[in-house]
């Protein structure tokens, strides 16, 4: 009696042969790059304890990268993290806009600028 292949054999190898694919081209692309970059802070102006921070995305960072900047005191550092707007987090600078508001720039000398 010759031998029949079940159903399901050609169903696996298909199977098979898709998820090798797969794997192939994941490996063939590579690692995806971060969608994050770092931020450089400047001083501009300073008046007393007051500074004026200039904030910019890195020289290294591509077009589709974004940088995340936040604000945190410097007097309880170790302690957790108390953002100044609780419900808003980190803002965002991108190649051509920043959602950081003109008069957050202006920042208290026992503050620091965290990316």
């Known amino acids: 009696m010759p031998h029949r292949l079940s159903q399901e054999?050609?169903?696996?190898l298909t199977l098979a042969l898709l998820s090798g694919g797969a794997l192939l081209l994941?490996?063939?692309?590579?690692?995806?790059p971060s969608p994050y970059c770092p931020a450089t802070v400047l001083t501009d102006?300073?008046?007393g304890i007051l500074y004026y921070a200039v904030v910019e995305r890195a020289p290294s960072c591509t077009?589709?990268?974004v940088?995340?900047?936040r604000?945190?005191?410097?007097l309880n550092?170790?302690?957790?993290?108390r953002p100044i707007f609780p419900l808003k987090g980190a803002w965002v600078l991108t190649w051509d806009t920043s959602t950081i508001?003109?008069?957050?720039?202006?920042?208290?000398s026992t503050w620091t600028w965290e990316y």
């Open 9 to 12: 054999a050609p169903l696996k």
């Open 26 to 32: 994941a490996s063939l692309t590579g690692p995806k």
């Open 45 to 47: 102006y300073t008046i």
């Open 63 to 65: 077009v589709a990268q």
């Open 67 to 69: 940088a995340r900047v």
């Open 71 to 74: 604000k945190a005191s410097g």
């Open 77 to 81: 550092k170790g302690a957790n993290y």
């Open 101 to 108: 508001p003109d008069r957050a720039h202006w920042t208290l």
